[in-house]
C-alpha cells in the first residue's frame, strides 16, 4: 500500500521519506452536480483517483489531504457550491509545497478532478516551480483513458455529473451518486456554445446558462464497468508518465 500522510505518525513519516521521491496533492472542488451526485464529487474523485497512483509507486509516492476547494465561480448560482478566488488556491499549494519541502521533497504532482482548476494549475505550475525552486506538475485525474472514454460516452457535450463522471464514481465511490436520481443535461442554447473549447473565442459563462440542472451529457448511461476501465486506462497512462518524468523505478 502506498503513503498516505494522513494515516501516519511523524516516525512513519521519517521512515518513508528514505524512499519517497514524489508528493502526490489530490485536488477537488464543492460545487453542484446535479440532482444525482454529491457537491463533494471532485474532491472525492480527486482522493480515490490519487490513492490508487500512489498505491502503484509505492514506495516512492506520499499522497497529502485532498484539497476540497476549487475555482467554481461558474457553478455559484447552484446552492451549496463553495469557490475558492485564483490567488487564494494559488496560496494554499505553495504552503503545501513550501511545506514538503521542508521534509526534503522536491517533487510534487496535483491530481487534479475538475475541469474549472486546469487554466489555474498552468499558472501555479509555472509560479510555484520559479518560485520556490521545485517541481510542481498536475494531471487531470481521466485525461489518459482516451481509448475508454471513447468507447463509453456518446454524448457530444459531457464533462459534468455525465455518464463519465457517474461512471467513475460507481466504480471508485459509489455512495456519492444517487442511482435513483440519474438524469440527462436539460441543455438550454444560448452564447455558451460560442465559447467552448476548440472555437475561435473563448472566455466565461455561468453553468446555468448552459444547463438547467446542473448536468451534461447523458448520466444514465453510465455504469461501474464503464467507470472501471476509464479509471484504470488512466491510472496506467498516468502511472507510466509518472515514472517516467520522476525517475522511479
Not at 489530490?26 to 480527486?46: F, I, K, R, T, W
Not at 494549475?121 to 520556490?132: I, K, P, T
Not at 464533462?159 to 436539460?186: F, N, T, W
Request: aromatic letters at 6%; a negative charge; hydrophobic letters at 45%.
Amino acid at each position: 500500500m502506498g503513503y498516505i500522510l494522513a494515516d501516519m505518525t511523524w516516525p512513519e513519516v521519517q521512515e518513508a521519506l528514505k524512499t519517497v521521491k514524489v508528493g502526490i496533492i489530490p485536488l477537488g472542488a464543492h460545487e453542484q452536480h446535479g440532482p444525482h451526485m454529491n457537491e463533494s464529487c471532485d474532491a472525492v474523485l480527486a482522493e480515490q483517483m490519487a490513492r490508487r497512483l500512489v498505491d502503484r509507486l509505492a514506495p516512492y509516492a506520499v499522497m497529502t489531504p485532498a484539497i476540497p476547494f476549487g475555482i467554481s465561480i461558474h457553478h455559484i448560482h447552484f446552492p451549496g457550491t463553495i469557490t475558492m478566488r485564483p490567488e487564494t488556491l494559488i496560496a494554499v499549494l505553495r504552503d503545501v509545497v513550501w511545506s514538503l519541502q521542508q521534509h526534503g521533497l522536491e517533487q510534487f504532482l496535483i491530481v487534479n478532478s475538475h475541469g474549472g482548476n486546469q487554466s489555474l494549475l498552468s499558472v501555479a505550475s509555472a509560479q510555484l516551480s520559479v518560485e520556490l525552486g521545485a517541481k510542481v506538475y498536475y494531471a487531470k485525474t481521466t485525461a489518459a483513458a482516451k481509448q475508454a472514454i471513447s468507447e463509453h460516452v456518446q454524448s457530444k457535450l459531457y464533462g459534468h455529473s455525465c455518464e463519465r463522471e457517474v461512471s467513475e464514481a460507481l466504480y471508485m465511490a459509489p455512495d456519492i451518486v444517487r442511482k435513483d436520481q440519474l438524469a440527462a443535461g436539460d441543455i438550454q442554447e444560448g452564447n455558451w456554445r460560442l465559447l467552448r473549447p476548440g472555437n475561435a473565442i473563448q472566455g466565461f459563462h455561468f453553468y446555468d446558462d448552459m444547463t438547467r440542472n446542473g448536468c451534461i451529457g447523458n448520466a444514465p448511461a453510465g455504469s461501474r464497468a464503464a467507470g472501471e476501465a476509464i479509471v484504470e486506462e488512466a491510472l496506467d497512462g498516468l502511472e507510466a508518465a509518472a515514472r517516467q518524468l520522476f525517475g522511479l523505478a
